[in-house]
């Protein structure tokens, strides 16, 4: 038995624009992602000799093959053609559920780099995004990870200038939003805002936080304006010096930017409360 440890790291959206929606009903996207340092740790046993077993700290996740970390292991070895002797994987959750920040792809892409690593790199870094597309949307960009360009259904990565070290406050409200629901409800209404790619793209150039943070957006924000708790979070964030704040995909998770650690620090001991998640988190 061989057991493999790997960092599960989180992605915010700097940028989220829906686009059009597609024949296979699915929608287009583009979005600037970038990771943060916000992670889940997974552990794999390979080789157990026993029934595959999935546990995690957090019971509210499924523990079976609904799990895209399973899913990832069965993807991976069905690619190599192969099946392994027993596999356990062990999640130690830290990122919260149902915020948009991708914990469970997040997951599934630890899973695929670590079998990829023990397998002695069969899969190109391509191949191994190719694959992640086949568990989830956000998986292919948490499998490569760092600041990149996300189009199609998320198949599509375009890597970026690296982020500047951007220091983050995130806050997580006891809401959850239904993905396919806000698609609809922005199917149904005039976009008002959209993010400027290329404007983003430029300020990463830059290296400059402010310019970065003045170019957040997300167009998911429209569709959720019946949940006041968003717009409140953003201005308390901003009431705390953040340089900007926007939620992170589909929500419920809202970040601003700082300008130094103790500055995201002391915007999360002010926001945190029984009703409110807050974690500091720098990009990775």
Same mark, same amino acid.
């Given at each position: ?82 099946? $392994? ?31 990829? =690593? ?34 199609? =259904? ?6 970026? $200038? ?10 997580? $409200? ?19 805002? =959209? ?90």
């Amino acid at each position: 038995m061989i057991t493999l440890a790997e960092k599960a790291y989180a992605k915010i959206n700097l940028t989220l624009d829906v686009l059009h929606k597609r024949d296979d009903g699915y929608h287009d996207l583009r979005s600037v992602m970038q990771t943060v340092s916000l992670c889940d740790d997974v552990e794999i046993d390979v080789d157990t000799g026993k029934p595959w077993t999935l546990t995690s700290d957090t019971a509210s996740i499924p523990s079976d093959e609904r799990n895209l970390a399973w899913k990832a292991v069965r993807a991976f070895f069905d690619r190599l053609g192969r099946e $392994p002797d027993g596999v356990e994987i062990r999640i130690r959750k830290c990122i919260p559920s149902e915020a948009g920040l991708a914990g469970g792809s997040a997951d599934a892409a630890a899973v695929l780099r670590a079998l990829n =690593r023990w397998a002695g790199f069969p899969l190109s870094t391509e191949a191994l995004c190719a694959l992640g597309a086949m568990i989830g949307s956000d998986v292919p960009f948490c499998v490569l990870g760092g600041t990149a360009l996300v189009e199609g =259904r998320g198949e599509l990565l375009t890597k970026l $200038p690296d982020a500047p070290k951007l220091y983050l406050a995130i806050c997580k $409200p006891p809401v959850a939003f239904a993905t396919p629901a806000l698609f609809r409800k922005l199917d149904s209404v005039a976009i008002r805002e =959209r993010p400027d790619t290329e404007a983003m793209r430029r300020a990463l150039e830059s290296g400059d936080r402010e310019r970065i943070a003045a170019r957040l957006c997300n167009v998911f924000e429209q569709a959720v304006s019946d949940y006041p708790q968003i717009e409140a979070i953003k201005r308390k964030l901003l009431a705390s010096g953040a340089l900007g704040a926007v939620m992170s995909g589909s929500g419920s998770a809202v970040f601003g930017v700082f300008r130094s650690p103790d500055c995201a620090q002391a915007a999360c001991d002010a926001l945190k409360s029984d009703e409110l998640q807050t974690f500091v988190a720098t990009t990775v």
